[in-house]
């Protein structure tokens, strides 16, 4: 079985500049949700695709969108880079099906904006 | 506003003895609740879930504990171990089935 894999592991970017993260579900999964992860807190919401269709969406800018992909593969692009966008974001997939199920979580890649 | 709250950052145990790690939510729709485990450099490993229909869940030396009166659950290492080293997060699942709420964590610290 495969788990979740994230590239890269680590990034440095501009402020102002795009970034492009991807990711690769565990094999089974059609669900993606993506996470940020600030420093000493714990993981926040950003948006959930099922069906290459955003299906859910935390309290996050329009400048952070994404795609799943058929394969339910899946990209996380943030434009416009602020300063405080610097955090670890992870991606997890599951399992959309009759009850519920635990998110399967990435390494996560690891961004900092200056 | 915290929807789910771990109140202590940190914990340090002796290995053997037993880990308690606490988390309070506020939102009495959520009804599924999960415990991850975070070492450094590595994303959250899934450890234990919780349905609200439940008040205890164990798999191996882990035991999730719910008490829905009081918006509380707990999870217990026993015995706890050097490797249980680790940031744990308690996470409820929202309303809408879809996105899940974490806790800021506890650092629990298991000494040898």
């Known amino acids: 079985e495969t788990g979740v894999t994230q590239s890269p592991t680590h990034l440095i970017k501009t402020r102002g500049q795009q970034v492009t993260l991807r990711c690769s579900s565990q094999?089974?999964?059609?669900?993606v949700s993506w996470y940020q992860q600030a420093l000493g807190q714990g993981p926040q919401f950003i948006f959930q695709?099922?069906?290459?269709?955003?299906?859910g969406r935390g309290n996050f800018p329009p400048r952070f969108s994404g795609l799943q992909f058929p394969n339910y593969s899946s990209e996380l692009n943030v434009n416009a880079l602020e300063l405080d966008d610097s955090a670890l974001y992870l991606c997890?997939?599951?399992?959309?099906?009759?009850?519920?199920?635990?998110?399967?979580f990435g390494n996560g890649t690891r961004l900092t904006v200056t | 506003d915290q929807q789910v709250k771990q109140n202590s950052p940190s914990l340090s145990v002796q290995e053997g003895r037993i880990s308690i790690l606490n988390c309070d939510y506020t939102?009495?729709?959520?009804?599924?609740f999960l415990w991850y485990k975070k070492y450094p450099a590595e994303g959250p490993t899934f450890l234990i879930s919780?349905?609200?229909?439940?008040d205890k869940n164990e798999d191996g030396r882990f035991t999730v504990f719910l008490n829905k009166s009081a918006k509380h659950l707990s999870l217990h290492i026993v015995p706890s171990q050097p490797g249980d080293s680790a940031v744990y997060f308690c996470?409820?699942?929202?309303?809408?089935?879809?996105?899940?709420?974490f806790g800021p964590g506890t650092r629990l610290s298991v000494l040898p």
């Open positions: 997890a997939s599951s399992l959309r099906s009759e009850g519920n199920s635990p998110l399967h």
């Open positions: 094999s089974g999964h059609n669900t």
């Open positions: 695709y099922y069906r290459e269709e955003e299906n």
């Open positions: 939102n009495s729709m959520f009804d599924y």
């Open positions: 919780i349905s609200s229909i439940k």
């Open positions: 996470a409820a699942l929202d309303n809408y089935g879809q996105n899940f709420v």
